[in-house]
């Protein structure tokens, strides 16, 4: 079955670096592109950044770059979520999702699998 | 940027059915937008109900069903449960490989 977990959330400064962390497993993790969905308190879900499948391609919400920056290592099933010169917006619950196959592309399932979230609060 | 709208708030009887949209501020949505959409329980992660306009997952009710409508993609419940009371996001693909994801609708079942 597809599990995908994240870590690596905390209570950080503003300004300050986290790093989060995604490991998949259940599913053939190198066909697929990964995503990084938050939802801040009293927000709804929003977009942050998807990674392709062999990490050649990498877009980003126009609110997170230069600032965060998304990578993946397939062998060892994670997708990463490097966030710099955080502020207190950035406060929210961090999703990964997974993607879409590159065969299908978006006429197929993403965002099907969604791991628990990881908490991050921007607070000095 | 896209802005993408969905009804704040709806609610809806036990039984009745239900129509929720989700509107681009570029203009009418069209397959090419690959609509999806979510659902969202207080504490829980997303879960995935739709995707490519109309496509249900194995997991996905027989109740739920996804479509374009008046320029808009919606999802309709019909014959709602008291499990249905949720938010319920759509996402949009405004190209460039940007996603955009609604602001949601907070479903009510009274």
């Known amino acids: 079955q597809v599990q995908l977990v994240e870590s690596g959330g905390g209570v950080v400064q503003p300004g300050r670096s986290l790093r989060l962390a995604c490991a998949a497993s259940?599913?053939?993790?190198?066909?697929?592109?990964m995503h990084w969905v938050r939802r801040a308190p009293g927000k709804g879900l929003e977009w942050v950044a998807v990674?392709?499948?062999?990490?050649?391609?990498?877009y980003y919400a126009d609110f997170v770059k230069g600032r965060f920056t998304i990578s993946r290592d397939n062998s060892r099933h994670a997708v990463y979520l490097q966030m710099n010169s955080l502020r207190g917006d950035d406060t929210a619950v961090y999703y990964c999702?997974?993607?879409?196959?590159?065969?299908?592309?978006?006429?197929?399932?993403?965002?099907?699998?969604w791991g628990q979230g990881t908490q991050v609060t921007v607070f000095s | 940027q896209t802005v993408v709208t969905q009804e704040p708030s709806l609610t809806v009887s036990p039984g009745g059915t239900v129509t929720l949209t989700c509107a681009s501020s570029t203009g009418a949505v069209t397959t090419g937008f690959f609509p999806s959409w979510f659902q969202q329980k207080p504490g829980q992660a997303p879960r995935a109900l739709i995707y490519s306009t109309f496509n249900k997952y194995s997991w996905t009710p027989a109740r739920f069903s996804g479509s374009l409508l008046g320029g808009k993609a919606a999802l309709t419940l019909s014959g709602v449960q008291s499990e249905d009371e949720a938010e319920y996001y759509c996402?949009?693909?405004?190209?460039?490989?940007?996603?955009?994801f609604g602001g949601g609708t907070k479903l009510t079942v009274l």
């Open positions: 996402v949009l693909y405004s190209g460039g490989g940007i996603q955009v």
């Open positions: 259940g599913f053939t993790f190198s066909n697929y592109a």
């Open positions: 999702a997974k993607g879409e196959d590159f065969l299908t592309g978006l006429n197929g399932p993403l965002f099907d699998y």
């Open positions: 990674i392709s499948f062999d990490g050649n391609s990498k």
